[in-house]
């Protein structure tokens, strides 16, 4: 599994092109990080897009799901559908949030280690 881990919420315009991977060529949002409240697209768009991973390593192969945290604790589940990339060296992945309930209760909210990358592939 991916964990995705999240710093404070920083209010940031940002647009980049999904076209070449079948998505909108005029994605956007408006910040990145995790605050309360958030929407789901707003999480989705915030944890899916430009880190330092690269999803054609061995390590990321069969590799679906993404687990979101924040402050140590994980947040929410993102399913991964495809990754896309590379935009300036920098990769992320087309996805959603999984809302399902048996999914949820196992993953969401538990305490995990606080690393320095901010992507990394753990074992829950």
């Known amino acids: 599994m991916m964990l995705i881990s999240l710093g404070p919420w920083v209010d940031e315009d940002d647009t980049w092109d999904e076209s070449r991977w079948g998505g909108n060529p005029q994605e956007s949002r408006n910040g990145y990080g995790y605050r309360e409240g958030m929407s789901d697209a707003e999480l989705l768009n915030s944890a899916r897009l430009f880190w330092r991973w690269n999803p054609r390593s061995p ?66």
Not at 65 to 78: C, N, P
Request: overall charge positive; aromatic content about 10%.
């Open 59 to 124: 390590t990321w192969t069969g590799i679906d799901y993404a687990v979101v945290a924040y402050a140590g604790r994980t947040r929410a589940v993102l399913r991964i559908d495809k990754p896309i990339g590379p935009f300036w060296g920098r990769w992320g992945f087309q996805g959603r949030v999984v809302k399902d309930p048996a999914l949820n209760r196992d993953l969401v909210g538990r305490e995990v280690p606080r690393r320095q990358n901010p992507v990394t592939a753990i074992i829950l």
